[in-house]
């Protein structure tokens, strides 16, 4: 299952710069997309989403982006934090009766103090 | 801030044999999940649960897959014949409402080693 992808591995950052982790998809029907944290041992942590009619939402440092002529969004975390060091995952759901989320791969970040 | 509780942390069984993985929602949440990440994989849906019923379901979740709400807290996932394959951290989630772009809140896990 290749609908949503994250073709980096893993992204190192200095602290204070800014942080651009990349997701793609193929479904054009998805209605919302969704980026979670997961560090060691821990479940997944919603961070941030968006619908589809959107292309941008903002919560404090960290922003979404979507273009969905290009199916894809990214994930902006400004200034980097080393306590956002952590494994990301974009996700991508529809909004039906189950609401089942299809995950990307993972990007692991980290921020070098 | 309220969690999501799994128990247990680490489960190894025996292929073949029965395993129970318990949850306990979030207490107001009306919509419970299960996920599964094979080491090394991507989180894969299992199933999705409310008003005890399934809404949803993936190829994964067979006919040796069943989930139950026993009572008014606890959330489980049973697999009857586990296999080698069944081998992966298996997460519960919630949610108050069941929209997805409100997130669903995840438990830690069990991690479940099948031998």
């Known amino acids: 299952d290749q609908q ?4 980096s591995p893993s992204l190192s950052v200095q602290e204070g ?3 651009i982790l990349n997701c793609d ?17 821990e479940g997944p942590t919603f961070l941030i989403s968006i619908s589809s009619i959107k292309d941008k939402n903002e919560d404090g440092r960290f922003t979404v982006f979507l273009n969905k002529s290009a ?6 975390i400004v200034p980097s934090q080393p306590g956002d060091s952590a494994v990301y995952f974009c996700a991508a759901a529809l909004n039906n009766a189950g609401n089942m989320l299809t995950f990307g791969g993972g990007t692991r970040l980290m921020v070098k103090p | 801030e309220p969690e999501v509780t799994q128990t247990p942390s680490h489960q190894v069984t ?5 395993v129970i993985l318990r949850c306990v929602p979030i207490s107001n949440h009306l919509y ?11 989180v894969e849906f299992l199933v999705s649960f409310y008003n005890n019923e399934i809404s949803e379901k993936s190829e994964i979740f067979d006919d040796q897959f069943s989930v139950e709400r026993p009572d008014g807290s606890n959330f489980t996932l ?13 997460f519960c989630a919630s949610s108050e409402t069941g929209a997805p772009g409100g997130g669903y809140t995840f438990g830690s896990g069990t991690r479940l080693t099948v031998v």
């Open chain 1, 4 to 7: 949503v992808k994250q073709n």
């Open chain 1, 17 to 19: 710069r800014i942080s």
């Open chain 1, 25 to 41: 998809y193929t479904n054009s029907m998805f209605d919302y997309f969704l980026w979670y944290k997961k560090y060691p041992a």
């Open chain 1, 71 to 76: 199916k894809h969004l990214s994930l902006h």
């Open chain 2, 14 to 18: 025996q292929m073949g044999q029965e």
């Open chain 2, 32 to 42: 419970f999940y299960w996920y599964r990440q094979i080491l090394g994989q991507k």
């Open chain 2, 78 to 90: 049973k697999i009857r014949s586990t296999k080698l394959e069944d081998s992966a951290m298996y």
